[in-house]
């Protein structure tokens, strides 16, 4: 689908007018969504690349985006934020944050109702759409996690409780397409300014909206339970609507029995996306990935057909669905069944992707229970300014989504039934009692950290004894000019691994050759993988009851021991990082994406 929408979506003169430039619109940024998540999941630096190259041609070097007026305070134009915070963490350039300034900048002055509603738009007074929770409230909240505006998370809560309190219906529990504060508008009934009926696209993108809001919102904070409360009355208000027959949801989602009416593939994929992530993130019961199973199933068989090698169609689409404006929209059934459908419209082609996503990501082998999965960030604690002006930790965490980052690691980690955690203080056998995996990366030099903290030999014996006992423990060191060793030592050579103070495959430039190291058959943890990328790296010496996984002339590049009950694996790099992970620098016979896959795969049977 992905492919497809590469193919044939943003052909037409919205896009392609040399002189105007492409129009701002939130249809693209949908289409984007999915890209993302098909890069995440592919390590393919083409998707990627897809997202960039859009948004370079909107927004120049000083920020300024093209075919964007603030002052028409239209909550869509806020959509694409999302994109332009990916490609500034992703890659670091000003650009793309000074342009999510702008959007930020709209929302601190976009219009409101009495309690603090975001209006639609400015030509639609005092009224709240449920479009406008997906199109502004993810990126308010990631902006306000990057920024550090803790005041943001509430204005995000409200939103949502606002739109609730209004529009949902206490005896179905859907909620309806608009509200109109003022009780003026045609399509608003004059006592509740409600619109006439429940329109399965505008409760998709609410439901969208929920769950990735949830990807930026505080864990701690004291009203995220009520976002979790409102998305899972909103998927189950959606769940008993899901067409019995089709696996799939009407246009209007309560009137499928009505003639005219038909089932529609935007919201469907919507739900469909909105359900598996709230499975996999646990906001709503394991239970529900029937609705998942059967939905996605439907997904494919009634709106998905072949469109030539590796292309596929997705048909039945709404253009769109509004209310006003001036070719007047009454909100009516009739007005509903009135409005044009399409194949492959980005709307739905960029929800379909996303519902996509997460079931391909719910598909790899998983544990029966989760996996703890901590990360250290006690002997690596490097800290640089965010772009908050806080100085914050950085530097090989899940959280990273730059080069130096873990968040393609930690994705394959949760894909293989992990779950994510950090450790920022000295490991015991307290804090280490509910994890089953626990990563140790590039230990601190003084020179990287004013006031390292060593490894000591009470620390590595609790370490040890916590492998003894079944843990599964994984170093990722690295060579010696870029990592502190000697002390470290103290804690492999409990398992019989020495990290050398040396450092080999050193790299001229893009002579990625200088850094190949081929993976022989019979590891027992690498069966697809061939080649790997890993560049200045620290040697091992091995002996029992460690041993050697991966050698090269003579040298001992990858090695792992049993220790009693648990298992240790080492390497003398963090060469599984986002910058030799995410495609967008090695070349593809490199397969360091497919190496991380398998390594984290034999690490989660460990545990076992």
């Known amino acids: 689908m992905a492919l497809t929408a590469m193919d044939k979506l943003f052909k037409d003169a919205r896009f392609t007018n040399a002189e105007k430039g492409p129009t701002w619109t939130y249809d693209m940024g949908v289409v984007l969504e999915g890209m993302a998540e098909v890069w995440r999941n592919t390590g393919d630096a083409t998707y990627f690349n897809y997202i960039q190259n859009w ?50 900048a709209q929302l601190k002055t976009h219009p409101r109702t009495h309690e603090g509603g975001f209006w639609h738009k400015k030509v639609y007074p005092y009224q709240m759409w449920l479009d406008g929770l997906y199109m502004a409230q993810p990126f308010y909240t990631e902006y306000a996690a990057l920024m550090n505006i803790p005041s943001i998370y509430d204005d995000v809560v409200n939103q949502f409780t606002y739109m609730e309190s ?29 619109s006439k009926h429940f329109w399965g696209r505008g409760m998709g993108w609410f439901a969208m909206a929920l769950v990735d809001v949830l990807d930026n919102f505080p864990e701690d904070h004291p009203r995220r339970g009520e976002l979790v409360g409102i998305l899972r009355r909103t998927l189950n208000a959606a769940a008993k609507f899901q067409d019995p027959k089709t696996g799939v949801w009407y246009d209007v989602i309560d009137l499928g029995k009505r003639e005219g009416n038909y089932v529609e593939a935007s919201a469907s994929s919507m739900f469909v996306y909105a359900m598996a992530k709230a499975v996999r993130k646990g906001y709503v019961k394991p239970s529900f990935q029937k609705h998942v199973q059967k939905g996605y199933a439907g997904l494919l068989k009634e709106f998905v057909t072949p ?35 399409r194949t492959n419209d980005p709307k739905g082609v960029g929800a379909f992707i996303l519902a996509s996503s997460e079931v391909e990501f719910a598909e790899s082998p998983q544990p029966k229970n989760k996996v703890l999965v901590t990360l250290d960030n006690f002997y690596n604690k490097e800290f640089k300014k965010s772009p908050s002006g806080r100085m914050e930790p950085y530097h090989y965490l899940w959280n990273g989504d730059d080069n130096n980052g873990f968040s393609l690691l930690g994705r394959i980690f949760e ?107 019979g590891t027992g943890i690498f069966d697809r993988t061939k080649k790997i990328y890993i560049k200045e790296i620290s040697t091992m010496q091995v002996k029992q009851p460690a041993k050697a996984v991966v050698q090269d002339n003579g040298d001992n590049i990858i090695v792992s021991a049993k220790y009693g009950k648990g298992t240790v694996f080492a390497i003398g790099d963090p060469w ?23 390594l984290v795969s034999w690490l989660i049977k460990q545990t076992k």
């Open 55 to 104: 948004m370079d041609r909107y927004v120049a070097e000083d920020g300024e985006i093209r075919n964007y007026r603030a002052t028409e305070y239209n909550i869509d134009h806020v959509k694409n934020g999302r994109s332009l915070l990916l490609l500034y963490k992703v890659t670091g350039r000003q650009k793309y944050l000074k342009a999510s300034e702008k959007l930020y």
């Open 576 to 598: 599984l990082y986002n910058e030799y992970t995410d495609g967008r620098k090695l070349p593809a016979e490199y397969q360091n994406f497919e190496a991380a896959h398998e």
């Open 166 to 194: 209004h529009a949902r219906d206490t005896k179905t529990g859907l909620l309806y397409h608009g509200w109109d504060e003022s009780k003026q508008e045609r399509w608003a009934d004059p006592n509740t300014g409600l």
């Open 307 to 341: 469109a030539g090698p590796d292309r596929v169609d997705l048909n039945r689409v709404v253009e769109v669905s509004g209310l006003g404006g001036k070719k007047y929209r009454d909100g009516s059934f009739a007005y509903y069944m009135s409005e044009p459908i």
């Open 415 to 521: 894909q293989h039934g992990g779950a994510l955690h950090t450790l920022p203080d000295a490991p015991t056998s307290q804090n280490l009692a509910k994890s089953k995996i626990y990563l140790i990366v590039d230990p601190d030099t003084e020179k990287e950290t004013a006031k390292p903290n060593f490894m000591t030999e009470a620390q590595a014996k609790e370490i040890a004894n916590w492998v003894h006992k079944g843990g599964v423990l994984v170093l990722f060191s690295n060579d010696v000019g870029n990592c502190e060793i000697s002390k470290f030592n103290i804690l492999p050579q409990q398992f019989g691994i020495t990290f050398n103070e040396d450092s080999r495959n050193k790299v001229k430039g893009d002579q990625f050759e200088m850094g190949a190291i081929e993976i022989p058959a």
